[in-house]
T-cell receptor
């Protein structure tokens, strides 16, 4: 079955430190890959997405993610974390359903990021 | 502000009752999606409508139903409510019906079933 895994439930980093959030998926073909951020009391906001082409994608707020087909991973990175990055981060995957254009996303369980001053 | 509005913000109701959640998509968006976020199940896709037609279905219970109206707003109806239905329900919208289009999420409706 298709699935998305975020192994880290909670990550704590110091402000200014680098960040990497992990995401792994299980699927027979290349899926559509997304990272969303959810601030407390807010809806989700798209950070970046990967459909094809260059495996390193740049997003908003200084985030980037790298698609590694051999590892079925799409990890999110940021070189220097700011206190305002504290939020919950969700990896999401869209699995193509035989040519029909659907919008169904499967989300990971989320990773809560805490930033220490 | 994503441009997607959801009403009400909070809803408290008793088991066995029926509620309706409303979503207004961004201007010009044809697709509406409904998601349920709970501590137990995480964030789960329920259903997608595109220009009034059901496009994709996820883990939506039979007690739940949705529709998209000609003005493109959508309603999610939850009936015979159980304690486990307590969750945050998000609506999202996108211009088209596929993954290419970014989904813009509303602020959510928090449902508490007592």
């Amino acid at each position: 079955a298709q699935s998305v895994t975020q192994p880290d439930i909670h990550i704590t980093v110091s402000e200014g430190a680098s960040l990497e959030l992990r995401c792994n998926y299980s699927y027979g073909a290349t899926p559509y890959l997304f990272w969303y951020v959810q601030s407390p009391g807010q809806g989700l906001q798209l950070l970046l997405k990967y459909f094809s082409g260059d495996t390193l994608v740049q997003g908003i707020k200084g985030f980037e993610a790298e698609f590694k087909r051999s590892q079925s991973s799409f990890n999110l990175r940021k070189p220097s974390v700011h206190w305002s990055d504290a939020a919950e981060y969700f990896c999401a995957v869209g699995f193509n359903a035989g040519g029909t254009s659907y919008g169904k996303l499967t989300f990971g369980q989320g990773t809560i990021l805490t930033v220490h001053p | 502000d994503s441009g997607v509005t959801q009403t009400p913000k909070h809803l408290i109701t008793a088991t066995g009752q029926r509620v309706t959640l409303r979503c207004s998509p961004r201007s010009g968006d044809l697709s509406v999606y409904w998601y349920q976020q709970s501590l137990d199940q995480g964030l789960q896709f329920l259903i997608q409508y595109y220009n009034g037609e059901e496009r994709a279905k996820g883990n939506i219970l039979e007690r739940f139903s949705a529709q998209q109206f000609p003005d493109l707003h959508s309603e999610l109806n939850l009936s015979s409510l159980e304690l486990g239905d307590s969750a945050l329900y998000f609506c999202a919208s996108s211009p088209g019906g596929g993954f290419i289009d970014e989904q813009y999420f509303g602020p959510g409706t928090r449902l508490t079933v007592t």
